[in-house]
């Protein structure tokens, strides 16, 4: 009996929805049109601002001479202490003992060059020397040694220098990364002395023109000779401490462009303000004819896109050669700009932008649904006030500040190419109840 | 308490069915219900997108299996179509009826699921019956789905609209039954209409046409429905050959109030009088003939619904037969059969609809107390179909029915 009954009921096991296949029968009439927002009707001002983050925190260093045209790019390399004893065997001794009081006598410095993201076709020289003056490994440029807020202070000649002259070497990328530097005693013993972390530092620059290299790491090798045992000399090395490249020219920004990366990075904030009804006879309502005046609001947007158009950065040789990626965060202290903290990203993940797509002309697209959404419920005062209030400045940046000395570049407001926001809007007419 | 003394104190109990397969049973049945059963009540039909919905009258396993319209069937029962019904009832009861059901669409999907069309208590007090109900009524469980392709500034894009209705519309009622001598009983109820409505239009752009992926367009409001209901009926017993009932029931006008942010006004629609009829002839001494026939007057809702949209009066009519000499095991069993034709209200896609339903079932009384069942079981299956012009589908329809006690 149980078993029949089972059976029977079993019959609607089944759970799903009866579905028609058939438009008519949808009472509500939706149309979806896309609209054009000229800058002016969405963007209240735009500022952008370099100088995000240091030389420094760039994962990689530079060397350049007159690389296409005259980009310089020199890397500044800090040492740290050598090993304050060296074991020896004093003589006739069969047990080591420490020496703390040997004697550097010369040494090597010692490069090792990036062969596969820069390497070069033909054999480059490369010129090294001892920096003689203090510098900040934070905010040394091509100008000036230290650049902190009240306490600038200029190289003695602009690039680094003046430098301990410590020679030239030969790198041949298809032979190997390692360039060797020959150090004399003067400096050797200048550098294992040396207190102040400043002046244990080397620059490393490419006396080759045309030629732009990435250097990967530095080291001091110093021979010391013993003085428990005179006879023995020990190599003791010192590994960097910090590192920097230096650049020039070094742009800064434009008002008719929105720049954004670079070492140190650059970014570019706009002030949103919105449109919440598009009027008959405005450029807009052109497109969507009998739709105007059309209202918008929250559920009806779609997709909404901060679309810029590439512009090629100036000079040429900033134009990225790899990936980078950018990122839209609203500025969350708009009276703190341009050092107000950045919430979280509005598209949730950077968008990475291969060098092609920064290309004079072609087009990046910013997607910013949520945050509009959001900004068009606070205006029309649709928001809950326990949401908390939406920033109405949004930064450009191109996350992990920096990345390297490149920069994207794309046209500013006014401009022939100016940035839009393209809107995606659904339109619903008829009622739900029949 | 040992074996012993359980079988001492059940002794009294004719016949008994052993606790445990009564309790197996049940399970098995409450467990199959709950597995195929949602949170509320699934929809079964394409014709639930006809105008407020799907009519669903709220009839137990017998009633459907006798193809009967809910009134005038022998014995004494708690059914929301009978109210004078439960005027013989000599035990409390608690009573509920679920519905699983299959639908096959003509050129669409399979679709299916479970609803609880009536559950209810009773208690009786002297010689009157007390009874609080809960019933469906109409179902709005329904999608409609449609490609589309919009123009974007890419092309065109392809789009899916879909469009669906979710919740139900039910009763719940509170009755008085009483006899009036020994050829007469009375009932009324009162309550109101209860459940709410959700209405959801998505549009779905195929999300690679722009770069960072388009969001669905989403459209929803959700209404609470409110109204009263008022039902009365009579039983009348001539003879011991015949038993004749009949009950009208009135609705009034069914509001729904938006809720939940949902824009706009109260919408109100006028529901209609029924009147229902029918009677059990006893052919031979355990062969009973079941007729009835009902009539609704939607004509008001028509105008509610900007015209064309309703019948302005429903037929519904049907019968069969149970033959009550069938036992399992010693125990009755009674065996149904009936057909029954319903008029639906509304219209679907312009045309008028009309469900039509051959059924069969039995009933078993798990457990009695002497002349008293105390546990009984009615269980019936339809095949049926659905037509409204072109529009067609078929159903397999389960009903099960359990009430406790109730005498």
């Known amino acids: 009996m149980a078993a029949l009954m089972v059976a029977l009921v079993g019959v609607g096991c089944t759970d799903a929805v009866p579905t028609l296949d058939d438009g008519d029968s949808i009472p509500v009439d939706a149309r979806t049109v896309e609209v054009i927002v000229p800058f002016s009707d969405f963007v209240e001002s735009m500022d952008v601002f370099a100088g995000f983050g240091s030389r420094s925190d760039a994962p990689a260093l530079h060397v350049a001479l007159d690389y296409e045209g005259d980009f310089q790019a020199r890397s500044l390399v800090r040492f740290g202490v050598l090993p304050r004893t060296v074991q020896v065997f004093p003589p006739g001794e069969t047990q080591t003992v420490a020496d703390s009081a040997y004697v550097p006598v010369g040494g090597r410095l010692v490069v090792t060059m990036d062969t596969i993201r820069f390497p070069t076709a033909e054999p480059v020289e490369l010129e090294a020397g001892a920096i003689l003056s203090e510098w900040d490994v934070v905010t040394a440029g091509w100008e000036a040694a230290v650049d902190t807020l009240g306490g600038v202070r200029m190289w003695d000649e602009p690039g680094g220098g003046p430098v301990r002259d410590l020679g030239r070497a030969m790198w041949n990328a298809q032979e190997g990364d390692t360039v060797v530097f020959a150090v004399?005693?003067?400096?050797?013993?200048?550098?294992?002395?040396?207190?102040?972390?400043?002046?244990?530092?080397?620059?490393?620059?490419?006396?080759?023109?045309?030629?732009?290299?990435?250097?990967?790491?530095?080291?001091?090798?110093?021979?010391?000779?013993?003085?428990?045992?005179?006879?023995?000399?020990?190599?003791?090395?010192?590994?960097?401490?910090?590192?920097?490249?230096?650049?020039?020219?070094?742009?800064?920004?434009?008002?008719?462009?929105?720049?954004?990366?670079?070492?140190?990075?650059?970014?570019?904030?706009?002030?949103?303000?919105?449109?919440?009804?598009?009027?008959?006879?405005?450029?807009?309502?052109?497109?969507?004819?009998?739709?105007?005046?059309?209202?918008?609001?929250?559920?009806?947007?779609?997709?909404?896109?901060?679309?810029?158009?590439?512009?090629?950065?100036?000079?040429?040789?900033?134009?990225?050669?790899?990936?980078?990626?950018?990122?839209?965060?609203?500025?969350?202290?708009?009276?703190?700009?341009?050092?107000?903290?950045?919430?979280?990203?509005?598209?949730?993940?950077?968008?990475?932008?291969?060098?092609?797509?920064?290309?004079?002309?072609?087009?990046?697209?910013?997607?910013?649904?949520?945050?509009?959404?959001?900004?068009?419920?606070?205006?029309?005062?649709?928001?809950?006030?326990?949401?908390?209030?939406?920033?109405?400045?949004?930064?450009?940046?191109?996350?992990?500040?920096?990345?390297?000395?490149?920069?994207?570049?794309?046209?500013?407001?006014?401009?022939?190419?100016?940035?839009?926001?393209?809107?995606?809007?659904?339109?619903?007419?008829?009622?739900?109840?029949? | 308490m040992t074996r012993r003394a359980l079988n001492a104190r059940s002794a009294r109990i004719s016949r008994p069915v052993p606790f445990g397969r009564v309790a197996a049973v049940t399970l098995a049945l409450l467990v199959i219900g709950s597995g195929v059963a949602p949170g509320q009540a699934q929809a079964q039909s394409v014709f639930n997108s006809g105008g407020l919905g799907l009519q669903t009258d709220p009839m137990d396993a017998r009633a459907r299996g006798v193809g009967g319209v809910g009134v005038g069937l022998s014995g004494w029962q708690m059914l929301m179509t009978d109210p004078a019904a439960a005027a013989g009832l000599r035990l409390p009861s608690i009573s509920g009826t679920f519905q699983p059901s299959v639908t096959q669409v003509s050129g669409a999907p399979e679709a299916g699921g479970t609803r609880f069309p009536l559950v209810g208590t009773s208690y009786p007090f002297g010689r009157h019956v007390f009874t609080a109900q809960f019933g469906s009524l109409l179902d709005q469980e329904w999608a409609v789905t449609a490609e589309r392709l919009v123009d974007l500034a890419a092309g065109p894009t392809p789009a899916l609209d879909r469009y669906e209705s979710q919740g139900g519309i039910g009763q719940a009622r509170l009755g008085w039954a009483t006899r009036i001598g020994e050829q007469l009983a009375v009932g009324v109820g009162v309550g109101s209409l209860v459940g709410s409505v959700e209405r959801r239009f998505t549009r779905e752009l195929e999300s690679g046409a722009v770069e960072g992926g388009l969001e669905n367009f989403r459209q929803v409001g959700e209404w609470r429905v409110s109204g009263a209901t008022a039902i009365a009926g009579v039983n009348w017993f001539p003879s011991d050959l015949l038993h004749v009932g009949a009950s009208l029931e009135w609705v009034g006008d069914m509001t729904l109030a938006p809720v939940r942010g949902t824009e706009g006004v109260d919408r109100s629609y006028s529901m209609p009088l029924t009147?229902?009829?029918?009677?059990?002839?006893?052919?031979?001494?355990?062969?009973?003939?079941?007729?009835?026939?009902?009539?609704?007057?939607?004509?008001?809702?028509?105008?509610?619904?900007?015209?064309?949209?309703?019948?302005?009066?429903?037929?519904?009519?049907?019968?069969?037969?149970?033959?009550?000499?069938?036992?399992?095991?010693?125990?009755?069993?009674?065996?149904?059969?009936?057909?029954?034709?319903?008029?639906?209200?509304?219209?679907?896609?312009?045309?008028?609809?009309?469900?039509?339903?051959?059924?069969?079932?039995?009933?078993?009384?798990?457990?009695?107390?002497?002349?008293?069942?105390?546990?009984?079981?009615?269980?019936?299956?339809?095949r049926g179909s659905r037509d409204a012009g072109a529009l067609s589908e078929e159903y397999w329809r389960t009903t099960v029915s359990l009430r406790l006690a109730g005498g």
């Open chain 1, 184 to 434: 004399d005693s003067v400096t050797a013993t200048a550098w294992a002395t040396e207190s102040n972390p400043a002046l244990r530092a080397a620059r490393i620059s490419s006396a080759t023109s045309g030629a732009l290299m990435e250097l990967r790491t530095a080291r001091f090798v110093a021979d010391v000779r013993s003085s428990v045992n005179p006879d023995t000399v020990v190599s003791i090395s010192a590994g960097a401490t910090g590192s920097t490249f230096i650049y020039s020219p070094e742009p800064g920004v434009s008002p008719t462009e929105i720049r954004i990366g670079g070492a140190p990075s650059r970014r570019a904030f706009l002030r949103f303000n919105l449109p919440t009804r598009f009027e008959p006879g405005s450029q807009v309502c052109q497109e969507l004819g009998d739709l105007c005046p059309l209202d918008i609001n929250p559920d009806r947007v779609i997709y909404a896109g901060l679309v810029l158009t590439g512009k090629g950065s100036e000079p040429a040789v900033f134009t990225p050669r790899d990936t980078i990626r950018m990122d839209a965060r609203p500025a969350l202290a708009e009276g703190r700009i341009p050092r107000s903290p950045l919430g979280s990203a509005i598209p949730a993940q950077p968008r990475p932008l291969l060098p092609d797509a920064l290309r004079e002309g072609r087009r990046v697209e910013v997607p910013i649904t949520a945050y509009v959404e959001s900004l068009l419920a606070q205006d029309l005062g649709l928001r809950d006030e326990e949401a908390g209030e939406v920033p109405r400045t949004v930064a450009l940046l191109s996350p992990f500040e920096p990345t390297g000395f490149t920069f994207a570049s794309f046209v500013g407001p006014g401009q022939e190419g100016e940035p839009f926001l393209r809107l995606i809007l659904t339109l619903s007419e008829g009622e739900l109840l029949p």
């Open chain 2, 275 to 382: 009147l229902r009829t029918g009677g059990t002839f006893t052919l031979a001494p355990d062969v009973r003939l079941v007729m009835g026939v009902s009539r609704a007057d939607w004509s008001g809702v028509d105008g509610d619904l900007g015209g064309d949209a309703a019948r302005d009066v429903v037929w519904g009519y049907g019968g069969g037969v149970e033959w009550a000499r069938g036992t399992v095991r010693g125990r009755a069993f009674p065996l149904r059969m009936g057909y029954r034709v319903q008029e639906l209200p509304f219209h679907v896609r312009g045309e008028a609809a009309e469900e039509k339903a051959l059924s069969a079932g039995f009933g078993i009384n798990l457990a009695d107390a002497q002349d008293l069942p105390l546990a009984r079981l009615d269980l019936s299956v339809e």
